[in-house]
Every structure is written in C-alpha cells, then in structure tokens.
C-alpha cells in the first residue's frame, strides 16, 4: 500500500491540480501532515482529494480541488469528513477551489455554507482557481502578499 501520508514544515504549503491551488502559508513552520485521500486513503465511494492537519492546534482543512461542478465536490467533503475527522464536534475547514465558481451570494452555495456549518461543524470556503489561507489566523489572505 502507497503512503498516503507526508509531513511538511515549510513556510508555504501548496496543492494543485489541473490549474487549481490551495496554498496555506505556514510562518512559524510548524508541521502540517498532509493526507492523500483520493485514490489511497480512501479508495472506494466519494472523497475529497487532500485532508491537511496542523500540528500546532490540531485544526482539520479539507481540500477538493475541482473543475465546476460545486456541488459534486460537497458531496465529495461530505462524504470524506465523517470518516476522517478526529472529532466531528471540532471546528474544521473545508475548501473547493474550483474554476467557474457563482457568486457567494448564489443560494444554493449559501444552502451549502449553512448545511456544512450546521452538520460538520466546518466553514465551507469555496473558490474560483487558486486560494491562500492563513494558518495562523485561520483566514482567507491575498495570494499576491505571499
């Protein structure tokens, strides 16, 4: 069986699949497990394709990288979170960062927002491309500052 998991510890950490990005920019080069789970974590049903786990407070970040099917890639977290999450009460993070993503205002992402919140306990973040997050500060950060 491949390993599926790595540990970095790099200031930033990045992910990309087919022109999609998620970079966590990590200042105090802690060490982030990242977990491979499509195709080797999780081989059969639905699954997200990366679960990222930071050391320093054991917060959970949930990763698709998809086309433009939005929804799809929610089923994909949702069916990944509960077999993965160490404590589905914690606070965890799950992105889709997808191409043509509809306006945050769009109800049904904001059915969605509502949905992972409620039931997961996860802010669903999602994005057009590529995304920078801020694991310090648990936010959102301008890709063009790092």
């Excluded at 977290?77 to 009460?89: F, G, K, M, S, V």
């Excluded at 802010?123 to 500060?137: G, P, Q, T, W």
Aim: with cysteine; hydrophobic share 35%; glycine share 4%.
């Amino acid at each position: 069986m491949p390993t599926c998991e790595k540990v970095e510890s790099g200031r930033l950490i990045v992910r990309e699949e087919n022109k999609r990005k998620i970079v966590f920019l990590n200042e105090s080069k802690l060490k982030m497990k990242i977990i491979e789970v499509d195709g080797c974590k999780i081989t059969v049903g639905q699954r997200c394709d990366y679960l990222f786990l930071y050391q320093l407070n054991g917060d959970e970040y949930f990763v698709e990288l998809k086309g433009t099917d939005i929804k799809h890639a929610c089923e994909q977290l949702e069916a990944t979170i509960p077999q993965l999450t160490t404590d589905i009460r914690k606070k965890k993070y799950a992105f889709v960062i997808g191409g043509r993503v509809p306006p945050a205002i769009n109800p049904t992402i904001q059915k969605l927002i509502a949905m992972f919140r409620r039931k997961y306990n996860a802010e669903l973040i999602v994005s057009n491309i590529k995304y920078c997050f801020d694991l310090a500060r648990n936010q959102e950060i301008d890709c063009s500052r790092i």
